[in-house]
């Protein structure tokens, strides 16, 4: 049997869950709402504050889906409970980033300014001009706008310049050293 998914997932008070036809689940609470639509063959079953995942058999198939199952339904209910959040620290001399309405302007050591807007279910903080916290209730999501924002200026590994997660750890490089004689 599959460790995490034979776990109950707890259902908190405030949030609210609906297992509707052909395994469509949707999860109601106070940082939003999330559908996802599991597999098929995947039994969910609510029985009173606490959801169960079982499997139909032992096939390799549905061992490696029952997990799956469960992680994702955690996520939507962790999600829509407390949220989750990246962190990212931008390196540089010059580097820096700013929130204009709902775009983040991000100076990176380009001829020009880099320009990523906010999109519907995520939100984007700057507490300083080195950092960016990208918040919302669905974990993938969340990771996903993470990465781009990332990718546009990903850390270098001689000076360590770039934008990365701040607990990302930089293996740092030596750089030249002097010519031979």
């Not at 999109?119 to 984007?124: E, F, Q, Y």
Request: hydrophobic residues 35%.
């Amino acid at each position: 049997m599959s460790r995490i998914g034979r776990m109950p997932i707890t259902v908190p008070a405030g949030v609210e869950v609906k297992i509707g036809e052909g395994n469509v689940v949707t999860v109601k609470g106070p940082k939003g709402e999330l559908t996802r639509t599991l597999h098929p063959d995947m039994i969910i079953e609510q029985e009173g504050t606490e959801i169960l995942v079982k499997r139909p058999d032992d096939s390799k198939e549905h061992k490696a889906l029952h997990g799956l199952t469960r992680s994702l339904l955690h996520n939507m209910v962790v999600g829509v409970e407390k949220g989750f959040s990246k962190t990212l620290d931008v390196n540089g001399v010059g580097y820096r980033v700013e929130k204009k309405g709902s775009d983040l302007v991000m100076n990176l050591g380009f001829s020009h300014q880099v320009v990523v807007s906010e999109i519907p279910g995520i939100t984007i903080d700057v507490p300083n001009a080195n950092q960016i916290v990208i918040s919302g209730p669905d974990k993938q999501m969340v990771g996903q706008f993470a990465a781009e924002v990332r990718e546009k200026r990903p850390p270098e590994p001689y000076k360590g310049k770039g934008i990365k997660y701040s607990d990302e750890v930089i293996r740092r490089k030596v750089g030249k050293t002097g010519a031979k004689k």
